[in-house]
């Protein structure tokens, strides 16, 4: 008699609570997580039980486990086509596909340990949010309130009322960036600097199912785009192409951007527990950003203004660079050239501009090295990185240069950063 198949733990995504925020695959050091159109799913050949994509995941639908035989593990194609996850199997069902329930082990221990036996030089860590961003929040950072609504909360989801709806970028660029301001009422909504909330838009998709929610960074403070009252407002570019440039029409991008006041927007969250902006009156705080990625640093130096305009607030330093093709495309141009000097130093880059050198938010880093290098050795300075995927590496590639550049030692310094949730990236 054949004797009974091991079962192992597979790590799965729950495709009902994911707002495919890419926080997991961002995250994740060996590559074992990847998404399609629809679902964000774990390849179990891949997949250690690592844990390092649970923390950061801001609803938890990452930390999810299913007992089944290692020879009938869920594949990609089978998550792919989720809309929820599968029932776990019980000890008769497992029995029945000949597998002993008493024996467990994560889904790749086997490959994993096959490959731990072999005596190698590990590689160096690649620079990625994985390897050198923090998970943890600033230790003075406000108590955040997390999954109000949605699919696992008493209620589901909220109702919004569109109550501004304002391009923010110039008219006749190619980016179509829109300033949205949703009102929640008598609703309790809070939301803090650096949070987030999933929007669902109306209607099904090509195969007839209800849309999944679309992550949006809160752009206002934490006591509402108008100061006291129960509102936020979101930074929203008009999607009109992927990031290869195939012409695509995105669902709720387009939706939000023509939204017309008065018109109401289903809404889950909040979302974030480390992303959050230090509450310390003399913490440093460093953004650095591209397009949409301007809305938490939006958030924080709204707030951080207010602060300052009480007169019982005395904050560190504020430095931002932010980077765009062009001044026109560049979200909330107008309303930054407005701040005084003495409260934020603000360094621009654009990378299209006719007759001029392309110019990337990592070389204006390095051409602020001298006032950076003391702040990236200041316990109180904290670093946050939003926008596209592609500056990910750069930027952290010029922070490296202008630590290693100042003597610092940078893998003590990524140690600090990660412990105390100094430096915090969030793109997609």
Not at 29 to 47: E, F, L, M, Q, W
Not at 266 to 281: D, Q
Request: aromatic share 8%; with cysteine; glycine share 8%.
């Amino acid at each position: 008699m054949d004797a009974p198949a091991t079962v192992v733990q597979q790590h799965l995504i729950d495709p009902e609570i994911c707002i495919r925020c890419n926080t997991c695959e961002a995250t994740c050091p060996i590559g074992a997580i990847t998404h399609d159109s629809r679902n964000y799913v774990v390849d179990a050949d891949k997949c250690n039980a690592c844990m390092a994509c649970v923390p950061p995941c801001p609803t938890g639908a990452i930390d999810n486990w299913r007992v089944v035989p290692r020879a009938r593990v869920y594949t990609l194609d089978e998550q792919f086509g989720w809309d929820e996850l599968p029932p776990p199997l019980s000890d008769e069902a497992l029995s029945a596909l000949g597998a002993d329930a008493g024996v467990t082990a994560p889904a790749a221990t086997t490959a994993q340990a096959s490959v731990a036996s072999t005596a190698v030089e590990p590689e160096p860590a690649v620079l990625t949010a994985a390897t050198v961003g923090a998970t943890v929040p600033p230790w003075s950072a406000a108590h955040p309130y997390l999954n109000l609504y949605g699919p696992r909360a008493p209620r589901k989801s909220v109702r919004a009322t569109c109550v501004g709806n304002l391009r923010v970028t110039e008219v006749g660029s190619d980016y179509d960036t829109h300033h949205i301001v949703l009102d929640f009422g008598d609703i309790p909504f809070p939301v803090l600097e650096g949070q987030s909330i999933g929007i669902i838009p109306p209607g099904t998709d090509a195969q007839g199912r209800p849309h999944h929610p679309r992550q949006y960074s809160v752009a206002s403070p934490r006591n509402g785009e108008r100061p006291g009252h129960n509102n936020l407002s979101l930074t929203v570019k008009r999607v009109l192409a992927d990031h290869q440039g195939r012409p695509v029409r995105g669902v709720a991008s387009n939706y939000l951007c023509d939204l017309q006041v008065g018109d109401t927007v289903e809404v889950i969250g909040p979302f974030g527990s480390s992303f959050l902006m230090p509450n310390h009156p003399r913490s440093h705080i460093v953004m650095i950003c591209t397009g949409t990625g301007s809305a938490p640093m939006r958030a924080m130096t709204e707030w951080r203004r207010r602060l300052r305009a009480s007169g019982k607030f005395e904050s560190g330093k504020l430095l931002l660079f932010f980077g765009a093709r062009t001044p026109q495309e560049l979200p909330y141009f107008g309303p930054l050239q407005k701040l005084p000097r003495d409260f934020i130093d603000i360094h621009f880059a654009f990378s299209r501009v006719p007759g001029q050198p392309k110019r990337y938010v990592q070389d204006a880093l390095r051409d602020a090295a001298a006032a950076l290098v003391p702040l990236l050795q200041d316990p109180n300075a904290y670093f946050y990185v939003c926008g596209l995927r592609a500056m990910e590496e750069g930027v952290l590639l010029a922070l490296r240069d202008i630590a290693t550049g100042a003597g610092l030692d940078w893998q003590a310094l990524v140690e600090d950063w990660r412990t105390h949730g100094r430096l915090h990236l969030e793109t997609y």
